[in-house]
């Protein structure tokens, strides 16, 4: 297994983010345009338990896999999903939100995944893709704030 763990601060609360970050329309946010899943089948409330599956779609036109997702853990500043599709056979992903003070916090992406052969350009995508959800996340957050 290998593990990629990228940070950044958000000038939002941990709380608020940790709650933002299970709905289903800030991921589809902080995703586009790069990727897009119109039908991502995941209820509005989630709880430990909760699976859900959405086509990925490159760019918003170019059809790719169907990316699969299990809630394992949820507390108010922390998730943990097991996920899979496509040519990555485990994504592990943790999501923490550390406060810093009652204004801000700390985000924290660990994935931790297995893809057999495609190894460097699971590594690569993760790096970038996570880069781009961390900058959007930002983005996000100073607006609310």
């Not at 609360?13 to 995703?31: D, G, H, I, R, S």
Request: net charge neutral; proline share 8%; glycine share 4%.
């Amino acid at each position: 297994m290998t593990k990629v763990i990228l940070t950044t601060k958000l000038s939002i609360p941990a709380t608020t983010a940790c709650a933002l970050a299970q709905k289903p329309e800030l991921f589809k946010y902080v995703v586009w345009p790069i990727i897009r899943v119109p039908h991502l089948t995941l209820p509005e409330h989630v709880e430990p338990g909760t699976e859900g599956s959405a086509r990925i779609w490159w760019f918003g036109i170019i059809p790719a896999w169907k990316h699969h997702l299990k809630l394992i853990r949820l507390e108010p500043t922390e998730i943990y999903t097991n996920e899979w599709g496509g040519p990555v056979h485990t994504w592990n992903h943790h999501l923490t939100f550390t406060p810093i003070d009652e204004h801000s916090c700390t985000y924290t992406d660990e994935i931790e995944f297995e893809d057999g052969v495609a190894g460097y350009p699971t590594w690569l995508f993760i790096h970038l893709m996570f880069r781009y959800r961390q900058r959007r996340w930002r983005a996000l957050a100073r607006v609310l704030a």
